[in-house]
C-alpha cells in the first residue's frame, strides 16, 4: 500500500486534552474507553493512546475487544517524563 500523507500527533506539553488523559491513567489501573472519556472529558481514546505513545509514554491497549481496555505502564516513568516535557515548554 502507497502512503498518502503522514499523521501529526499532538505534543504532549502543547495539549490539554492529552494532559488530562495522562493525569487520569496515572492511578496505573486498566481503564476502558468508556471511563476515559468520562474522567478526562474526551473523544477518541485511541487515539490519545498513539499520540502519548508517540510523545514518550507506556499507554497500550491491553483488551481489544468489548469494552476496549487500555493501561499506562511505567507510571513513575510516565510522572518524570510529563514534569521534563512541560518544564521544556516553560524554558522555550
Known sequence: M??????HFAR????????????FMLDGLPHTGL?????????AVSAAADELRENGFA???IKKLCPPTYKL????????????????KEAA
Open 2 to 7: 502507497r502512503q498518502t500523507g503522514s499523521i
Open 12 to 23: 504532549y506539553e502543547e495539549s490539554d486534552r492529552l494532559q488530562r488523559v495522562l493525569d
Open 35 to 43: 471511563e476515559i472519556i468520562e474522567g478526562a472529558k474526551v473523544t
Open 59 to 61: 499507554m497500550e491497549c
Open 73 to 88: 505502564f511505567n507510571v513513575e516513568h510516565a510522572m518524570t517524563l510529563a514534569v521534563q516535557l512541560l518544564a521544556n
